[in-house]
């Protein structure tokens, strides 16, 4: 499974590099490692005024520090166990 994180300018402004920092934390905690393939992308052509565009399973979400979490949960451990 790819995960895209956005590098382009206007993510890089909302912290994309934590963003993927954080992501490959919760890759290796949830012991992801062969599943989940974390990518960079540049502009998606979704931009929002917060948070950074992260493409999953063809859909693109808008993602913060707060928000990270429950979106890896929610999203990619779900598909990971089905």
Known sequence: ???????GSSCHLQ???ELIDRLKALILENNLE???EL????????????GVCVRFDDQVYSL???TVDGFFQDKVVAKAKS
């Open 1 to 7: 499974m790819d995960l895209m994180v956005c590098v």
């Open 15 to 17: 912290h994309s590099r």
């Open 34 to 36: 062969d599943k989940v």
């Open 39 to 50: 990518k960079g992308s540049f502009c998606m052509g979704q931009c929002a005024e917060q």
């Open 64 to 66: 913060t520090m707060d």
